[in-house]
C-alpha cells in the first residue's frame, strides 16, 4: 500500500515562510519523480514544482526564486521551503509520485494573509 502524508501547512503572514513535508511509504522512493502541486479556491490542480530522480527541479514561473524543493531518500521524504508567501499562494498543496503510476496525499492547507 502507497501513502504520501503531508504535514507542515498552516496560516502564515504575507512575507513569512513555510515548510511543507511530504512522507513516502510503498514505493521505491529514490525512483520515482516527487512533486507538489497545489489547488487554490475556484482553480485547477497545477503543478507547483518537481523535483526527478536524478535531482534536477522544475517550478511553476510563479513560485521561481521563493520555493525550493528538496528530497531525503534516506527518509523517503520530500519537502517544499516556501519563502516571501503572499496571498495568491494560498491553496491547498498536494503531494505527488510518478513513476509509471501517479500517487497522491490528501492534502494541506496553506493560507497566506494579506
Known amino acids: 500500500q502507497v501513502q504520501l502524508v503531508e504535514s507542515g501547512g498552516g496560516l502564515v503572514q504575507a512575507g513569512g515562510s513555510l515548510r511543507l513535508s511530504c512522507a513516502a511509504s510503498g514505493i521505491t522512493f529514490s525512483l520515482y519523480s516527487m512533486g507538489w502541486y497545489r489547488r487554490a479556491p475556484g482553480k485547477q490542480r497545477d503543478l507547483v514544482a518537481r523535483?526527478?530522480?536524478?535531482?534536477?527541479?522544475k517550478y511553476e514561473d510563479s513560485v521561481k526564486g521563493r520555493f525550493s524543493i528538496s528530497r531525503d531518500n534516506a527518509k523517503n521524504t520530500v519537502y517544499l521551503q516556501m519563502d516571501s508567501l503572499n496571498a495568491e499562494d494560498t491553496a491547498v498543496y498536494f503531494c505527488?509520485?510518478?513513476?509509471?503510476?501517479?500517487?497522491w496525499g490528501q492534502g494541506t492547507q496553506v493560507t497566506v494573509s494579506s
Open positions: 505527488n509520485a510518478l513513476r509509471w503510476t501517479n500517487y
Open positions: 523535483i526527478f530522480s536524478d535531482g534536477s527541479t
